[in-house]
């Protein structure tokens, strides 16, 4: 069985410019997640998805961030304008229903320029 | 709000020693308890995962942790470690229904192993 993928595995971008990262889940997992680790802090939580619908985005930082999910699919997570402080790791994970262990991507890692 | 704390930044052991990562988390009810490890290059792995009945749970790798609701712990331990254990740890929690169904993390605990 496929694990959740992510890509790009690395985006290295100017600030001001736009950026698209995609995340894969596993097969019949209807639960996916995006969380982010800025650089020194924890791993925080941005927003969580149950098919195609946002269940929970309270920890999305601001509306420059766009969190989409096709069909209940792949999800994509789009920053523009980028700014400094979004370059981090950005994880994306996925589960079969609350309760069940969230299964993680490998991350992408966004430098800001 | 729920929090979990892992007071240890960085812990260094020799190869072949034993090995105990702390935790401790801020909950009202029992949460759902797990570690995931991140080993250098790779994604966030699951170690174990504790949601209810035995407080002593057996994960992966040779990793156990115990649930103490008393002193709202969860420490991840393992008798004997590999060189191959060096990584980075991340104790998180999930709450109830109010806190949604997202991860809470800890701060992560970093593993160096000596030789």
């Known amino acids: 069985e496929a694990g959740v993928t992510q890509f790009p595995s690395h985006s290295v971008i100017e600030k001001g410019q736009t950026v698209t990262l995609r995340c894969d889940p596993i097969?019949?997992?209807?639960?996916l997640y995006w969380y982010r680790r800025v650089m020194g802090k924890e791993i925080k939580f941005l927003l969580h998805?149950?098919?195609?619908?946002?269940?929970?985005e309270s920890g999305m930082p601001n509306n420059r961030f766009l969190a989409e999910r096709t069909g209940g699919t792949y999800s994509t997570l789009k920053v523009q304008p980028a700014e400094l402080e979004d370059s981090g790791v950005y994880f994306c994970?996925?589960?079969?229903?609350?309760?069940?262990?969230?299964?993680f991507g490998p991350g992408t890692r966004l430098t800001v320029l | 709000a729920q929090s979990v704390t892992q007071p240890d930044i960085h812990i260094t052991v020799s190869e072949g020693a034993s090995l105990e990562l702390r935790c401790n988390y801020s909950y009202g009810a029992t949460p759902y308890l797990f570690w995931y490890v991140q080993s250098p290059g790779q994604g966030l792995q699951l170690l174990l995962k504790y949601f209810s009945g035995d407080t002593l749970v057996q994960g992966i790798k040779g990793f156990e942790a115990e649930f103490k609701r008393s002193q709202s712990s969860f420490n991840l331990r393992k008798p004997s470690v590999h060189w191959s254990d060096a990584a980075e740890y991340f104790c998180a929690v999930v709450g109830g229904m109010e806190y949604g169904n997202k991860l809470v993390f800890g701060a992560g605990t970093i593993l160096r192993v000596k030789s």
């Open positions: 994970a996925s589960s079969q229903e609350r309760g069940t262990p969230q299964f």
């Open positions: 097969s019949g997992h209807d639960n």
């Open positions: 998805f149950v098919k195609e619908s946002k269940q929970d």
